[in-house]
């Protein structure tokens, strides 16, 4: 049975649109994948801490070694990374902040970027171990950063994480923008617009 996981990482919760569009995507994956099991990783503050010299220290220390809390810290990335592995298709649902990503999402990529396990080193360099998977990633933008737009220079969210899931192995990735939401009512209207366009047309040609 096919697995979907769904990582949301907005202040805003499900009143966001990179969450509200990519719940869309879901939607319309498994209507054209109809067995596949979903399961949802929400960021928030609360849920997901940075990477912190306690949780570093946790990860070097040998597992027979490791105290109680140093077992739990290493227990909630193992969760993380668990998901990901059983994983065949990844949908991450981004809003831009100051032209990256959240922190919430910076901090899952440190938990989940661990050497022997997702990435490991090699002779002929770094290799990532996540492979065979597809990732669709669904953004919230104020502004427009594609195409011809002079602001396109300030996008450090998606080569950011192409560059990042890349490392991890994971390659097939697509993005779908949904731009500028803070330019004025009617271009917040057509990004949307263009955005489920984008959607219907990754879920048609999943199921061809």
Do not use: C
């Amino acid at each position: 049975m096919s697995k979907l996981l769904l990582v949301t990482s907005s202040l805003f919760g499900d009143q966001s649109k990179s969450s509200q569009l990519a719940g869309e995507f879901v939607q319309a994956w498994h209507r054209s994948h109809p067995g596949t099991t979903v399961v949802e990783r929400a960021l928030t503050a609360e849920s997901i801490p940075h990477l912190s010299l306690g949780a570093l220290g946790a990860l070097m220390t040998p597992a027979e070694q490791r105290s109680t809390e140093q077992h739990a810290t290493v227990a909630f990335a193992d969760r993380l990374i668990e998901e990901l592995e059983a994983a065949d298709t990844i949908v991450l649902a981004v809003p831009m902040y100051n032209f990256s990503i959240p922190s919430t999402l910076k901090a899952w990529i440190d938990h989940v970027a661990r050497a022997g396990r997702t990435f490991r080193y090699t002779a002929a360099g770094p290799e990532g171990l996540l492979k065979g998977k597809k990732v669709f990633v669904i953004t919230g933008r104020g502004g427009v950063y594609t195409g011809d737009s002079p602001a396109k220079v300030f996008d450090f969210q998606e080569p950011y994480l192409r560059s990042v899931l890349g490392f991890l192995g994971l390659t097939d990735v697509s993005f779908v923008h949904v731009e500028g939401l803070k330019v004025s009512p009617e271009a917040a209207e057509q990004g949307v617009a263009r955005a489920r366009d984008a959607i219907a047309a990754h879920a048609r040609a999943s199921a061809a």
